[in-house]
């Protein structure tokens, strides 16, 4: 669902604003990449969606630009190498358990499984959770 439209504002601008608006990290560029804990992309900096402040009045919001994904910058972390990694772990193994599965919307019994999609990502949220909480 989208809230508002975005907002158009030039490259010089839309850097200042990540930069005010993303408390949690440093934006030197809008090159620069995070990764959305959300959704599970890679998104640079003109990529992410401005919304809000039309004609002086209403909070500027970031937001993921993928599809559907309704994450703001607390969700973005700085794609490093070991979170890449684990990333890349996860996917490969969420690879290989779909290839075991029985056709989708079954459970192998031929009855429909439902809030699997759900069920897979907060499967996956957790396991990824998993390694930043390990190391606290």
């Known amino acids: 669902m989208v809230l508002s439209t975005a907002t158009r ?4 601008e839309k850097l200042e604003v990540l930069r ?8 030197d560029s809008l090159d620069e ?21 039309t ?15 309704n994450s703001i910058a607390m969700n973005w972390v700085l ?5 890449l990694a684990k990333v890349e772990m ?11 599965r029985p056709p989708a919307g079954t459970n192998g019994y031929g009855t429909e499984r439902a809030g699997r999609e759900h069920d897979d990502f907060v ?9 930043f909480t390990r190391h606290a």
């Open 9 to 12: 504002l030039s490259d010089d």
């Open 90 to 100: 996860m996917a490969a193994e969420e690879r290989e358990a779909s290839s075991v």
């Open 55 to 69: 004609r002086g009045n209403g909070a500027l919001r970031l937001s993921c630009s993928t599809e559907g994904c």
């Open 79 to 83: 794609p490093t190498n070991e979170i």
């Open 20 to 27: 005010r608006l993303d408390q949690f990290r440093q934006w």
């Open 33 to 53: 990449k995070r990764y959305c804990l959300v959704c599970g992309n890679l998104i640079k900096g003109r990529q992410i969606q401005v919304a809000g402040g």
């Open 123 to 131: 499967s996956r949220l957790r396991k990824f959770a998993l390694h």
